[in-house]
Nanobody, 118 residues
Framework: QVQLVESGGGLVQPGGSLRLSCAAS????????MGWYRQAPGKERELVAR??????MYVDSVKGRFTISRDNTKKMVYLQMNSLKPEDTAVYFC?????????????WGQGTQVTVSS
């Protein structure tokens, strides 16, 4: 059974920091591209950052402020969020995806709320 469990969300003031964590189980973690997505009220879910074992990429709006990292031994992926802005307010979701010869896997966590407000 595959599980992705996010933690670390909460309420933070503008300019503050949060670190999101995602614990994965039931998958060969190192084979998966791990990503963080977010969905604000009334908006579509959008990619924030993703990481393979070789590289990471970020959406322009978070470059220089957010850092994604992974620990293949612990099966964890993290999102360090600095200089948070009110527009970063959203539910943040952890995602694991991999393409195999006969199938494509795409798994999601339940999400964790991040609210940036004074």
């Amino acid at each position: 059974q595959v599980q992705l469990v996010e933690s670390g969300g909460g309420l933070v003031q503008p300019g503050g920091s949060l670190r999101l964590s995602c614990a994965a189980s039931g998958i060969i973690f190192s084979s998966y591209t791990m990503g963080w997505y977010r969905q604000a009220p009334g908006k579509e879910r959008e990619l924030v950052a993703r990481i393979t074992s070789l590289s990471a990429m970020y959406v322009d709006s978070v470059k220089g402020r957010f850092t994604i990292s992974r620990d293949n031994t612990k099966k964890m992926v993290y999102l360090q969020m600095n200089s948070l802005k009110p527009e970063d307010t959203a539910v943040y979701f952890c995602n694991a995806t991999a393409r195999f010869i006969l199938r494509t896997d795409d798994y999601w966590g339940q999400g964790t709320q991040v609210t940036v407000s004074s």
